[in-house]
């Protein structure tokens, strides 16, 4: 079965800095989708970035860009210049090419100090 | 272009009722997902459903059923209800398999 591990409970970040989130996986398939979402204090689930197993180059969304390392099972997020904004519990996401679930990890609740 | 609606937002019962949840997909969208967010246990696929029809189910008891309905809208059923089916229940959708899922704002309930 797949599995998500997050293995940061809580992350601090001082405003306009850098962070980055982690995120690991365990899988036997060879193509599988990733993902990271945002979910604010007001429970709305955000989608922040997407990854294809497939492709070699790491996905960038503006300030927020993650480091795919298939053969280390690693998908972690980079968040640059953090904004108040930012502050929410961010959960890593593993679809698998055939399936239709997305397999959650425990979440890191991101905060951000001004 | 509307998001992903639900309703109700918040819905309290009491132990062995049933409880009804409803979802709106996203126009255009034809998949609907239904996840439970309970504390301490993260979030947890339920039920998939894509065209009208039920194409996977998460490890749940049959208590736990839903539909599509012709216009993609759909339905969550939670029967006998338990005082641990309290969570946060989520219902996403997408335009197809193995692509993002755009969520709604859930609903929250409460079972006494």
């Known amino acids: 079965a797949q599995t998500v591990t997050q293995s940061q409970p809580e992350m601090s970040v001082q405003e306009a800095e850098t962070v980055t989130l982690s995120c690991t996986y365990d899988?036997?398939?060879?193509?599988?989708?990733l993902f990271w979402y945002k979910q604010p204090p007001s429970r709305q689930m955000i989608l922040v970035i997407r990854?294809?197993?497939?492709?070699?180059q790491n996905a960038t969304e503006n300030r927020f860009s993650v480091n795919f390392q298939k053969a280390a099972k690693s998908f972690s997020l980079k968040i640059s210049d953090s904004q108040l904004g930012d502050a929410a519990m961010y959960f890593c996401?593993?679809?698998?090419?055939?399936?239709?679930?997305?397999?959650f990890g425990a979440g890191t609740i991101l905060r951000v100090k001004s | 272009e509307a998001g992903v609606t639900q309703s109700p937002t918040h819905l309290i019962k009491t132990r062995g009722q049933q409880a009804t949840l409803r979802c709106s997909p996203i126009?255009?969208?034809?998949?609907v997902y239904w996840y439970q967010q309970a504390l301490g246990l993260g979030l947890q696929f339920l039920l998939w459903?894509?065209?009208?029809?039920?194409?996977n189910r998460g490890n749940f008891p049959p208590r736990f059923s839903g539909r599509q309905f012709p216009n993609y809208s759909s339905e969550l059923n939670v029967n006998a209800l338990e005082l641990e089916d309290s969570a946060l229940y989520l219902c996403?959708?997408?335009?197809?398999?193995?692509?993002?899922?755009?969520f709604g704002p859930g609903t929250r309930l409460t079972v006494t």
């Open positions: 990854q294809e197993a497939y492709k070699q």
């Open positions: 996403a959708s997408s335009t197809g398999r193995r692509l993002e899922q755009y």
């Open positions: 459903y894509d065209e009208g029809e039920e194409r």
């Open positions: 126009s255009g969208h034809t998949s």
């Open positions: 899988t036997s398939e060879s193509d599988y989708y």
């Open positions: 996401a593993y679809s698998p090419e055939y399936g239709n679930k997305l397999v």
